[in-house]
């Protein structure tokens, strides 16, 4: 599955929101293939990195995204624990969420329009055209000029559900939507179970990355007692067990550093990407208590092995180092958020700073986006903590 387009309204922070995941001009420096493997004329932004400063949105983003592929996968949206959908309605933060995305499956591109109540979906309208070797902008326009496939509307929702998804007669387009649907999200801060116990791991990446975060780490090992669990082995006798799922056995006692733990889970996904398993990962500060030099290594190997997929990698950073990489204006996005909480834009570079133009850092360090912090309270602080 492809994101092209999304349009959020009152969903988390979310206002008149939206973020293009598309690009027209193609970088002759770009280290990656960013297009469609079947329609190289359909581009879009394969390798996303999300800059921004802490609760500028990078989290909410993908929480939004996760939250809209869960929908299309026709589950209950209303039972994500991290979305608490009802809250938005009980508050009264929001009367109706407005959810309009665009994406494409192997074969079709689909644009879903759908409205949220407190009591279940009310709005819901598809469409669908046939994926050709054409560029967005052109399959976008056959989308508007095309008649819905699906569309319900003005009515009591009864449901968090999509209906157009558990008719019988619309099987056949969840089938299609589901065989690309693969997705995992890591979020920052959270409990993480990232793999399918069915995938075997390759304890190489585990190990190398591990003992890069880590050098008292000597080995990683397989276990023998429980397969699929892995064994990190440190240079003073002491183990410890990584589990098939990904967590580790005993995450209290362990010794292991929060950037060491955060590394383990990016060599899960490096695997899941390796293995060609899921079509969306979305990595949310996994690198923030890692060294500069390591998250840019890290992002040279991912990006080595992106071509694995059809479908798109999301990685969410704090580090302007980034900016200096060689990697085309294009696959970043920049974050900021309204004094007021909420997030109406994003800041696309392509379409302020050239392709070839490595000034992007000078701009941003120089905030001309707006992007960075705001201090003014720690100002407030520091001028008034001795008085």
């Known amino acids: ?66 939250f809209i592929q869960n929908f299309l996968n026709g589950k209950d949206v209303s039972k994500i624990s991290f979305a608490n959908i009802n809250n938005f309605f009980e508050k009264g933060i929001s009367n109706t969420i ?14 879903v329009h759908v409205q949220i109540g407190a009591k279940g979906i009310v709005s819901e309208t598809w469409w669908r055209v046939k994926l050709k070797d054409l ?3 052109k399959h976008k326009s056959e ?30 387009h969840r089938s299609e939507i589901q065989r690309s649907l693969g997705f995992i999200y890591s979020f920052s801060g959270a409990d993480d ?24 780490i000597s080995d990683v090992t397989d276990s023998k007692e429980v397969p699929g669990n892995k064994i990190i082995h440190f ?15 005993d995450i209290h006692s362990s010794v292991l550093s929060t950037g060491t733990k955060e590394g383990i889970m990016i060599a899960f996904m490096m695997n899941a990407l390796y293995k060609n398993s899921y079509n969306t990962l979305y990595i949310d500060e996994k690198l923030s208590h890692s060294h500069s030099e390591i998250e840019q290594q890290i992002i040279q190997i991912l990006i080595t092995l992106i071509d694995r997929i059809d479908g798109q990698v999301f990685i969410t950073s704090h580090n302007s180092d980034l900016l200096d990489m060689d990697i085309p ?33 000078k701009i941003v360090e120089e905030d001309v986006f707006s992007t960075a ?15």
Do not use: W
């Not at 407005?98 to 644009?111: H, K, P, Q, V, W």
């Open 98 to 111: 407005d959810i309009d995305t665009t994406f494409s499956t192997l074969s079709y591109m689909y644009r």
């Open 235 to 249: 240079k003073n006798g002491h183990k410890e067990i990584i589990l098939k799922n990904g967590k580790l056995g």
């Open 329 to 361: 204006n294009y696959n970043f996005i920049l974050f900021k958020k309204n004094r007021d909480g909420s997030i109406t834009d994003v800041i696309e570079p392509e379409k302020v700073v050239k392709h070839h133009n490595r000034k992007l850092k």
């Open 135 to 137: 560029s967005y902008i």
């Open 373 to 387: 912090p705001i201090l003014d309270s720690l100002i407030d602080l520091h001028d008034s903590i001795d008085r």
């Open 1 to 66: 599955m492809i994101f092209y387009e999304i349009k959020l309204d009152d969903l988390f922070q979310f206002k008149n929101f939206s973020v293009d995941f598309t690009y027209t001009r193609e970088s002759k420096y770009s280290p990656i293939i960013q297009a469609h493997k079947n329609y190289p004329n359909l581009k879009f932004k394969k390798f996303a990195i999300l800059l921004g400063a802490n609760a500028s949105g990078k989290t909410t983003l993908g929480m939004a995204l996760c």
């Open 193 to 216: 179970n990232l793999v399918d116990e069915n995938i075997e791991l390759r304890t190489d990446i585990i190990k190398k990355i591990a003992m890069a975060f880590d050098s008292s």
């Open 143 to 172: 989308l508007e000029s095309s008649k819905p496939i699906y569309k319900k509307e003005k009515f009591e929702g009864v449901s968090f559900v999509s209906y157009f998804l558990t008719t019988k007669e619309n099987i056949s």
